[in-house]
């Protein structure tokens, strides 16, 4: 039983019975808690309480499997979930939603600010741990990635997806190499790049074993370079994708596909396509969405990268499947895609419930415990964290490997978009749409 406790198979136990919990969400009254918009009634407050209810119990449970100190963890986890739940506010301002800024970004901010203004005392320790609550998001966003979404964007889509994800990643981990950015690192830089940013990086991060501190560095470029894209990528689009077609539905495709295979954030995505129009914002989403679905797979070949490298440097034999997946995996990777293969085989079934919007309600909280949950990581990670560190000399080749492939990736993109929605997609499965005019209107 010893080598079950390990944080990463106590992390996918504990995990169980929200993902359950998760899975009534349609049975709850109004599909579960949500991080409410203010504080003014006595249900924001309910549903509060539920969310502390819930991780600190978690956070107990795991301590005491793991020998942690249960002494003052109380205290710790109540001002950590303070910031966090400020963060997530925060995340929900209008203003902030238009710039595409996330809750983890002011997560890192604020636990920054305590941790560079005031010495961490040692009362505050027993709760910040970071990946705890990293391992927890990453299964839970598991339950939101649906096979389906694959399904929505047909072919184009996944073929646009897997050819963006190959050909960036491999270009921005090459890079980052070369300007002797660590292993680790550059996977997680890269998966960040070629994927979907924050959600990508966190899960990359887990499974490549990156540092807190250059793991909290990327993540901030990702948040911080993600705002001149929304604007950006319209404004590119506006005058390059004509030259592309003539037909307003291909350029809207084209523009669409664009746009969601190089933004970083799935909120940046709908912003930025918002200003080309009804069909280039769908294409967007479903582009992004597609992308989304594949980062258990990238995660995957991580793993299995480094479990065979580990195995032939430290036997000095050729690895076994089951001894990479079984031993050296990470376990709570194998939460995600289980999960991800339970709600996609519980939709299949018609099981999962839509709202009013249309939107399934079980996914809808699956996100909303994620986001929480990269919240509370990341403001452990920024009182853990720094800020010499982040801006030292040896963080300026992260910085170049990123813009570097981030440019990278909006020309191969542009390509790729271009002949999956411009070339293939018109001639094998021409879309039938009266699409909007692309104009910069915000």
């Known amino acids: 039983m010893k080598k079950f406790r390990t944080e990463d198979w106590i992390v996918t136990f504990l995990s169980i019975p929200l993902i359950i919990l998760i899975g009534f969400a349609g049975l709850l009254p109004n599909g579960g808690p949500k991080i409410p918009e203010s504080l003014t009634t006595l249900n924001a407050w309910f549903n509060i309480g539920i969310f502390f209810l819930i991780a600190f119990t978690l956070l107990f449970i795991g301590n005491k499997l793991l020998g942690r100190p249960i002494k003052g963890v109380l205290v710790s986890f109540s001002i950590i979930f303070v910031l966090a739940l400020l963060a997530q506010w925060v995340a929900k301002l209008e203003i902030v939603k238009f710039y595409g800024f996330e809750a983890v970004f002011f997560s890192v901010i604020f636990g920054l600010i305590i941790r560079n203004t005031f010495r961490v005392p040692d009362w505050l320790k027993p709760a910040i741990q970071g990946e705890f609550f990293i391992k927890i998001g990453v299964i839970c966003l598991g339950a939101t990635v649906l096979f389906s979404d694959i399904l929505k964007s047909g072919a184009a889509g996944l073929i646009q997806a897997t050819f963006v ?185 018609g099981l999962l419930t839509l709202n009013g919007s249309g939107k399934i309600i079980e996914t809808s909280m699956a996100k909303t415990f994620s986001t929480f949950f990269f919240s509370l990581s990341f403001v452990c990670i920024g009182m853990e964290t720094r800020l010499k560190d982040i801006v030292s000399r040896e963080n300026r080749n992260i910085l170049f490997s990123f813009l570097g492939a981030q440019i990278f990736n909006i020309i191969v993109t542009m390509f790729i978009a271009w002949l999956m929605f411009g070339v293939v997609k018109p001639t094998l499965w021409p879309t039938d749409h009266s699409p909007a005019k692309i104009e910069m209107t915000k």
Request: glycine share 8%; proline share 3%.
């Open 165 to 349: 994800i190959c050909v960036v990643w491999f270009f921005g981990y090459t890079l980052a190499r070369k300007l002797k950015v660590e292993r680790s690192t550059a996977m997680t830089l890269a998966s960040g790049v070629s994927i979907c940013g924050v959600s990508a990086c966190i899960t990359a991060a887990g499974v490549a074993g990156t540092d807190k501190k250059q793991l909290s560095y990327i993540i901030s470029l990702v948040l911080i370079i993600v705002v001149p894209m929304i604007y950006l990528m319209p404004w590119l689009a506006e005058y390059i994708v004509p030259m592309m077609s003539d037909d307003p539905t291909i350029q809207s495709e084209i523009t669409g596909a664009w746009i969601g295979g190089t933004i970083d954030t799935t909120s940046g995505v709908g912003a930025s396509s918002e200003m080309a129009g009804e069909l280039a914002q769908k294409t967007a989403i479903v582009v992004k969405a597609t992308q989304n679905v594949l980062i258990g797979v990238v995660a995957f070949f991580i793993a299995l990268y480094l479990s065979a490298r580990s195995n032939s440097s430290s036997q000095g034999v050729r690895p076994t499947f089951i001894s990479v997946v079984w031993d050296k995996f990470p376990k709570f990777i194998l939460g995600f895609i289980i999960a991800s293969a339970v709600f996609s085989i519980l939709q299949n079934q």
